[in-house]
Nanobody, 123 residues
């Protein structure tokens, strides 16, 4: 139900935009979010956006560099990633939930996941 894309190889300081296309009606997905998982690490929250787009939350590590948005007409959420650093390298997953709360940053808060897209940052 969720299809993530847009990953790739980028030099440190560069940018990438990830996309997550969701099936179903956009109003079904109150929250669309991005998580990431680096090798040997747990999956961690990156950003989330409410259905209206007015509710947004970022992990401290990406504030000021990443921007999450969504286009309900296209059933798509985006993650614009700027000033990428080697520490940002990971598999990025999109997730969706019927519930929006800015505090929902745990993997256990999301029942629907995309397949992941690899982001590699060279130093």
């Amino acid at each position: 139900q969720l299809q993530a894309s847009g990953g790739g190889l980028v030099q440190a300081g560069g940018s990438l935009r990830l996309s997550c296309v969701a099936s179903g009606r956009p109003y079904d997905w109150s929250s669309m979010s991005w998580f990431r998982q680096a090798p040997g690490k747990e999956r961690e929250f990156v950003a989330s956006v409410s259905q209206s787009g007015r509710g947004i939350r970022y992990a401290d590590s990406v504030k000021g560099r990443f921007t999450i948005s969504r286009d309900n007409a296209k059933n798509t959420a985006y993650l614009q990633m700027n000033s990428l650093a080697p520490d940002d390298a990971a598999v990025y997953y999109c997730a969706a939930s019927y519930i929006w709360e800015s505090s929902r940053t745990s993997v256990n808060d999301y029942a629907y996941w995309g397949q992941g897209t690899q982001v590699t940052v060279s130093s």
